[in-house]
Nanobody, 123 residues
Framework: QVQLVESGGGLVQAGGSLRLSCAGSGRTFSRHAMGWFRQAPGKQRELVASIGRGGNTIYADSVKGRFAISRDNANDTVDLQMNNLKPEDTAVYYC?????????????????WGQGTQVTVSS
């Protein structure tokens, strides 16, 4: 059974930091790109960051310079370090496993999803 399990969400004040982690099982996620997405109430799910199997990354413009995605291929984990958080970063954050090798912004290229973890940033 393929699973992605996120952890690390919570409540933080604006300007603070959180680190999200995602652990994969049932599939060798290290061979494929991984991504973090988020969905705020009433909004569409959007890409936050993606990392290819070689370590290349893509970021949403809104998080560039504040967030960093990283992966540990030996342990099939992917992390999202979030700094200088803003109230507009409040959302449910999802870890996703891609069917491609390279980093991608296309939501349809991610067939595997975690259950999501809530991040709330207070002003």
């Amino acid at each position: 059974q393929v699973q992605l399990v996120e952890s690390g969400g919570g409540l933080v004040q604006a300007g603070g930091s959180l680190r999200l982690s995602c652990a994969g099982s049932g599939r060798t996620f290290s061979r494929h790109a991984m991504g973090w997405f988020r969905q705020a109430p009433g909004k569409q799910r959007e890409l936050v960051a993606s990392i290819g199997r070689g370590g290349n990354t893509i970021y949403a413009d809104s998080v560039k310079g504040r967030f960093a995605i990283s992966r540990d291929n030996a342990n099939d984990t992917v992390d999202l370090q979030m700094n200088n958080l803003k109230p507009e970063d409040t959302a449910v954050y999802y870890c996703a496993g891609s069917s491609t090798f390279f980093e991608t912004t296309s939501l349809r290229m991610y067939p595997y999803w975690g259950q999501g973890t809530q991040v709330t940033v207070s002003s």
